[in-house]
């Protein structure tokens, strides 16, 4: 069974910072993408970051740019979303997802390009 799970999240001070990992089990594929998603009550699921799997090509909505960061040290590990400057409008609940697409690509960026998710961290920060 393919599971992803996310971590990290939490309640923070605007300014603060917090680390995301989405972990994940049973899952086998060469090429692939881990996309970050957030959604806000009463909002759609928005498309934060993704990462590729063969080359580590990345993006970032402008929502984010320059204030959070997507890693992971190899394929076997988490893969992690830093958030800095954290503002009150990022609070959401964070999901991570995975399928075979490329990043950066427009499926990369909204929830239909993605097969996987995990049941997401909820992120809070207060003003």
């Known amino acids: 069974e393919v599971q992803f799970v996310e971590s990290g999240g939490g309640l923070v001070q605007a300014g603060g910072s917090l680390r995301l990992s989405c972990a994940a089990s049973?899952?086998?594929?060469?090429?692939?993408?881990i996309g970050w998603f957030r959604q806000a009550p009463g909002k759609e699921r928005e498309g934060v970051s993704c990462?590729?799997?063969?080359?580590?090509?990345?993006y970032y909505s402008d929502a984010v740019k320059g204030r959070f960061t997507i890693s992971r040290d190899s394929a076997k590990n988490p893969v992690y979303l830093q958030m800095n400057s954290l503002k009150p409008e990022d609070t959401a609940v964070y999901y991570c997802?995975?399928?075979?697409?490329?990043?950066?690509?427009?499926?990369?960026?909204?929830?239909?390009?993605?097969?996987?998710w995990g049941q997401g961290t909820q992120v809070t920060v207060s003003s």
């Open positions: 990462i590729r799997s063969t080359d580590g090509s990345t």
């Open positions: 997802a995975a399928f075979g697409i490329p990043c950066p690509s427009l499926m990369a960026t909204t929830p239909a390009g993605y097969s996987y």
């Open positions: 049973g899952f086998i594929m060469h090429d692939y993408t």
